[in-house]
């Protein structure tokens, strides 16, 4: 708020300033149309800064002299002697007050009001001429300056221009062979150039603050005169933001509040009902993320009547009942943006003013923003606007199509992949192409073809982040990454919807900046947000599912959702006991399924398997196998196996026969069936044996160990568990022992384990059952 | 007397008003603007500036110019700068204008892009406004 105190008396001062000629002027000619204007515009500014600023006593100044000008300005009023030195009272006694403010000491205000009422008189001598610029006090000296943002604009082209300069100086000199001392003074003006580069910037950026600081006061207004109770927070005010951008961001995020309140906040009473505290809630927070900054405001009320906007839509005739029925929940959600429509069905006297969403969205858009809804019906809304940190300066990189080089936001930009091997495959789905990258298809948008520049197949794919959704964009190569000024092109150029922006690389050549989104929105491509499948719905029904090269040399697939994640183990961590495998996995063991002993054996000589790791959410398994291909969509058909087990049944994939695993088949294997006779003994002996039959059996079984506190005739122990401190023990057994300790971090025998850490010890267990098996 | 820039389009002798030529140069490489108005040529460097290079002939409606024609007339509008490519340049001299005489529908966009006729040595020559000549932002049709 101080800042914009400082803004607001810096630039009255200026005004007065100006308007001194003006009022000099005026006074000598009262009825001269364009001082009286100039005036006017003065008096109805300082009105407005003040209502925003809570300064009571300017705000009565100026609206009494405000409406004595209207009466003239309507004609009303003829501007006579009386007028015109009431008004002249009342703008120096504005001059007088923001000085008194600016220096921080108090003005008498007895006066005030008969410089008012002076105002309403008609042809009556005011009683005491109020003497011209009352200085209270010596003017405070400014802690800042302001400075024209032409001037800004001016510098900061002027230093995107030294730039270039030094970069073909650069080229030049590279040409020849460089003298040291030359290539020295080139480094340290290229180190000052960047340096100012930086500091230029600065000198645009503001903090978000500037944009928040009227908030709250805003807020405790609008929701007063509709009353509601709405407490506000805001969260992030010193992210730095570029002083255009926050003009800018100024309306929408008014709006967006101002609809919070209006449309998403119920009343108090209707909160209640609905079980919500009375009080709602709407958090403005800002951070920097990267080169964008994120502004979110998020309330808890109502959200958006998706089902009202929809009909709305059909209603003003702008979809048909057909088109919206057919569309997905977020292109309903999204009619919000669309020109004319709102939820509310009165126009209340704070949102109906004829800026709607679409406005606010065009406002975003065009500095190069984005808008985000995430709407929670009855629970509230979160909008998130992205904009990025300034207009001038952007990280980018720079894709090859044919003989042309683009740049891309960076921003924008998910992952970039190279079309070969087996992690990538393009597949034509009709009329688009579906990219599938590791099991993730994205409409692919080949670029070559569709800048009509070629149809050579793109060999690498840019994964770019569009506010609908993901997709893949083809190129030939990916060059570079450059940090480039970038500058609105041509009107004609814009228009096509598929270019950002224009900039002069390093190259000497000019760039066009690819739109992300417009590329998309052009080329028609469709998302499905978080399936990331196209609008097939073939596809779209499939279970994906993984294809794998099994050890016996198959190819099998299991539906993907049973999978945990693939890694490679090595042959040390499969165990054997009885007949089953397990898998030791840090420090506990899970079942290990194969599709044979025999091909796991031979598979286990080399260096590492790789194993697939299963889970339901609660139990765990692995499958071994000889390595994972891609993932498919399961084939709608699939002919069940006749043998059972663990395969679900054989389909098509590509004229190949694959098997499926049925992994509810391994993990019904997985619960312990096991064979008496084959499971591990593990003998609790000596003095603490009472304790572990009661807490650590249950445990061990659950392991696949049989536990015993005595051996059975002609059985020998696996393992042997007894108390670190206990002579007492079975010295007859020759099992390999484990011994357990009564403190967590006891001195005793280092090998020793804590008698509750069970995953140590179902590790140690497994150890030793593994060295005592073989 | 207005100054004027005479030049030569498709043969046509032309003028434009000087006020609006910021400067005369022969244009470096010019970079493609895929899917843009086909009257836009592509885009080229001029000095550390971006200029839109603009096909003049085709903005009249006629045959494009031909490839090696380089020589432009940079005009500056709404803030941004376009290389206007002629096919011949002449001299500057200042003429008395007059409206123009009666344009045949047939010639509609000579008509549009002209602000009336000079005379020199007899022969007439058209007052071309190069703001009419730039295309304009309107939504194409892809």
Known sequence: MDDLLQEFIAETRETLDALSGEIVAWEADP????????????????????????????????????????????????????????????????????????????????????????????????????????????????????????????????????????????????????????????????????????????????????????????????????????????????????????????????????????????????????????????????????????????????????????????????????????????????????????????????????????????????????????????????????????????????????????????????????????????????????????????????????????????????????????????????????????????????????????????????????????????????????????????????????????LDGSRRAIPLGAIDRVEKVAPGAIHRSGGQLRLIVGETTMPLHAVSHEALASAAGDATIEVLRLTDGEAECAYAMAGAIEIIPLPADVAPADGGGAILGVTVWEGQAIEIIDPLALFMATTPAQSEGAAPLCLLDGAGAEWMDRFLRPALEAHGYRCALRLPDGEAADVRLVMDDDASTTTLVSAPVVRLRRDRDGPADPDSIYRYDRSALIAALAGHARRGGR | MPLFLIARIAGQGVVFDADQVDAVVDIGEVVDVPRVDLSIRGLAALRSRVVTVVDTRLALGLEPVADHVRRAVITRQDGHYYAMLVDELDDIETFETSPMPHTPPAHGRWGRAADGIVVRDGEPLLILNLARLVPQGSALVC
């Open chain 1, 31 to 550: 009825a001269d149309r364009g001082r009286l204007d100039a005036i006017f515009r003065f008096v109805h500014t300082v009105k407005g800064s003040c209502g925003f600023l809570d300064l009571p006593r300017l705000s009565r100044l100026s609206h009494a002299a405000e409406d004595a000008l209207a009466a003239v300005r309507d004609g009303g009023r003829v501007p006579d002697t009386a007028l015109v030195n009431g008004v002249l009272a009342i703008v120096d006694r504005i001059g007088a007050v923001v000085e008194a403010i600016a220096a921080g000491v108090p003005l008498d205000n007895s006066d005030d009001e008969a410089l008012i009422a002076a105002l309403s008189q008609v042809e009556m001598p005011i009683a005491a001429p109020s003497p011209r610029r009352v200085m209270t006090a010596a003017r405070a000296a400014p802690r800042s300056i302001r400075l024209n943002v032409d001037l800004l604009d001016r510098m900061m082209s002027g230093m995107s221009d030294m730039v270039l300069a030094r970069n073909e100086l650069a080229r030049r000199l590279r040409d020849d062979v460089l003298d040291p001392r030359v290539e020295a003074a080139l480094d340290r003006l290229s180190l000052t150039v960047a340096d100012m580069r930086d500091t230029v910037t600065r000198t645009r950026m503001q903090k978000v603050d500037a944009l928040f600081a009227a908030l709250p006061r805003m807020v405790r207004d609008t929701a007063a005169e509709l009353g509601k109770a709405v407490n506000l927070r805001i969260e992030g005010s010193d992210v730095d933001l570029d002083r255009e951008m926050i003009e800018m961001m100024r309306d929408p995020l008014v709006h967006i509040i101002r609809n919070a309140i209006d449309h998403g906040i119920e009343s108090p009473a209707e909160r209640r009902r609905c079980g919500k505290p009375p009080t709602g809630q709407i958090c403005v927070t800002a951070r920097q993320s990267g080169n964008q900054i994120l502004i979110e405001i998020e309330d808890d009320g109502a959200g958006i009547d998706v089902g009202r906007i929809a009909a709305k839509a059909v209603a003003s005739d702008l979809h048909s009942a057909g088109q919206v029925a057919a569309m997905s929940a977020a292109d309903r959600l999204n009619l919000v943006f669309a020109p004319g429509l709102s939820s509310r069905d009165t126009v209340s006297t704070l949102s109906g003013r004829g800026v709607g969403m679409d406005v606010v969205r065009a406002n975003i858009e065009h500095v190069g923003g984005r808008i985000a809804l995430d709407n929670r019906p009855g629970r509230g809304l979160a909008i998130t606007i992205q904009v990025p940190l300034t207009l001038s300066i952007m990280s980018t990189i720079v894709v090859a199509v044919g003989r042309q080089r683009f740049a891309l936001a960076r921003q924008s930009i998910e992952e970039i992949v190279r079309v070969r091997g087996d992690q990538v495959r393009i597949d034509p789905v009709g009329p688009v192409q579906i990219a599938t990258v590791r099991g993730r298809r994205l409409p692919m948008l080949p670029l070559g073809t569709f800048l009509r520049m070629g149809d050579d197949a793109p060999t690498t794919l840019v994964i770019v982040a569009t506010r609908d959704g993901d997709y893949a964009l083809g190129v030939d190569d990916v060059l570079d990454t450059e940090e480039v000024v970038v500058k609105p092109a041509a009107p004609a150029v814009m228009a096509t919807g598929l270019y950002a922006g224009q900039t002069l690389p390093d190259s000497g050549l000019p760039m066009l900046l690819l739109d992300g989104g417009g590329l998309a929105q052009a080329a028609g491509l469709r998302f499905d947000r978080g399936a990331d499948v196209a609008a097939t719905a073939e596809v779209q029904r499939a279970t994906p599912a993984l294809l794998f090269d099994d």
